[in-house]
């Protein structure tokens, strides 16, 4: 059974960073694309960076352009969010997750093999 786990969250202030981490069994990361989302108290889940399966190609939402970095190392089956300048709107729950079906990146539905989520707050 495929399972992702987020880890890295935590409480930080403005301005801060933090960097999350997504492991997983079998090669679930290593031969897809990945994306990471986000999802704040009464909000739907969005869409905050995917990494194409070589890992030549990187997208982000406009929100988080030039703030978050997402990268990946296909050796250790891991994905990584660096979160640099952080703001409170950033407060959410962060989830990694597989694109294992053909959809643009920011829908959520073409993803699959969600994890529980790691907890990022921002305090201002």
């Known amino acids: 059974q495929v399972q992702l786990v987020e880890s890295g969250g935590g409480l930080v202030q403005a301005g801060g960073s933090l960097r999350l981490s997504c492991a997983a069994s079998?090669?679930?990361?290593?031969?897809?694309?990945m994306g990471w989302f986000r999802q704040a108290p009464g909000k739907e889940r969005e869409f905050v960076a995917g990494?194409?399966?070589?890992?030549?190609?990187?997208y982000y939402a406009d929100s988080v352009k030039g703030r978050f970095t997402i990268s990946r190392d296909d050796s250790k089956n891991a994905a990584y969010l660096q979160m640099n300048s952080l703001k409170p709107e950033d407060t959410a729950v962060y989830y990694c997750?597989?694109?294992?079906?053909?959809?643009?990146?920011?829908?959520?539905?073409?993803?699959?093999?969600w994890g529980q989520g790691t907890q990022v707050t921002v305090s201002s």
């Open positions: 997750a597989p694109k294992v079906r053909p959809s643009p990146w920011e829908s959520k539905g073409g993803y699959d093999f």
């Open positions: 079998g090669r679930i990361i290593s031969n897809n694309n």
């Open positions: 990494i194409s399966w070589t890992g030549g190609s990187t």
